[in-house]
């Protein structure tokens, strides 16, 4: 392998290690305090904030501990991942009043969630955003959908069918607060990994174009 192939990979594998997804790290959320649109007497996501320091929108999929403009906290990362490990998340811990039961169900709840929040960045439409914000809220302490339970239950079900599709929530993770920590837990969208190798491939590519472009000056 010649040093400019050398050189690519390198660079790839440093971006790739910088935006890879962080299971069970931990990361500072810092919420701005703006919103969607109100609904309901209720923000609609995705929130303004900061995580680490870097612009991001948060989406709630908490609905039990309520969160003012200005605060922040530290926050577990846990990726959406088919049969992956929900024990650090409020659906997956026995000790959270949203817990679900089981690994198992919170992991296909979170999946759930992935779902309904890619659709929710595929329209403009406030009411249907609206509708399917209070569906998640409906299953994380909500209590009631003002949309009524079967407009939730019908998201559900076009969830699922996408999950038996093969759906598989790889762009989504989880964002709850650390234990000791008082925060409302988010779910945020992050690159695929093929989208960060071409990023990465382009960035390297770029970096040895620009040294020929020297070299021949």
Known sequence: ?????????????VVLASFAPS????????????????????????????????????YCVDFSHDISGGMSWSALVTPVTPGGNYSGTFLGNPSSATYQGSNAAAGNDYLVFAWILTQMGQTSNQTTLAQDQWAIWSVTDGGY????????????????????GGFNGSAWEILTPDN????????????????????ALGL??????????????
């Open 180 to 199: 000791g920590t008082y925060g409302q837990e988010f779910m945020v969208n992050t690159p695929e990994p093929a989208t960060l190798l071409l990023l």
């Open 145 to 164: 959908d003002p949309y009524g339970m079967g407009n939730a239950l019908w998201i559900f079900g076009q969830a699922e069918l996408a999950i038996a």
């Open 1 to 13: 392998m010649d040093t400019i192939a050398r050189k690519i990979l390198l660079v790839a594998a």
């Open 23 to 58: 299971a069970f790290a931990d990361s500072t959320v810092y919420v701005n305090g703006s919103y969607s649109f109100a609904n309901n007497g209720y923000g609609i996501p995705p929130y303004g904030g900061t995580l680490d320091g870097q612009p991001t929108q948060f």
């Open 204 to 217: 390297g590519g770029l970096i040895v174009f620009k040294r020929r472009q020297a070299l021949q000056n």
